[in-house]
Nanobody
Framework: QVRLVESGGGLVQAGGSLRLSCAAS????????MAWFRQAPGRSREFVAS??????YYADSVKGRFTISRDDAKNTVYLQMNSLEPEDTAVYYC???????????????????WGQGIQVTVSS
């Protein structure tokens, strides 16, 4: 069983930065795809970024502003968020795919473990 715990969320002004962390326990996830999704009020959960091995993938809406990375020694994935906008306000979820190392990385069904989510609020 894998447990994912997010941290680092909070309130920030537009233009500011935050770094989210996702610490995994129960299994080493160095060979697995990890991802961040987010869900804004009244909207469905959407893909933000993923990392497979060391290759990152980003949603167009965050490309150039967000950076996903991983520290395999700590079994942790990060999401550095810069130039934050009010539209980035959402609950952010960490996800892990322990079933495959191929295929898509952009869909909720690609992942079998999820964190509890953490709030990020960007004020204008």
């Amino acid at each position: 069983q894998v447990r994912l715990v997010e941290s680092g969320g909070g309130l920030v002004q537009a233009g500011g930065s935050l770094r989210l962390s996702c610490a995994a326990s129960g299994r080493t996830l160095t060979t697995n795809t990890m991802a961040w999704f987010r869900q804004a009020p009244g909207r469905s959960r959407e893909f933000v970024a993923s990392i497979r091995w060391s290759a990152p993938y980003y949603a167009d809406s965050v490309k150039g502003r967000f950076t996903i990375s991983r520290d395999d020694a700590k079994n942790t994935v990060y999401l550095q968020m810069n130039s934050l906008e009010p539209e980035d306000t959402a609950v952010y979820y960490c996800a892990a795919d322990t079933r495959t190392i191929t295929g898509s990385t952009h869909y909720e069904n690609d992942y079998d473990y999820w964190g509890q989510g953490i709030q990020v609020t960007v004020s204008s």
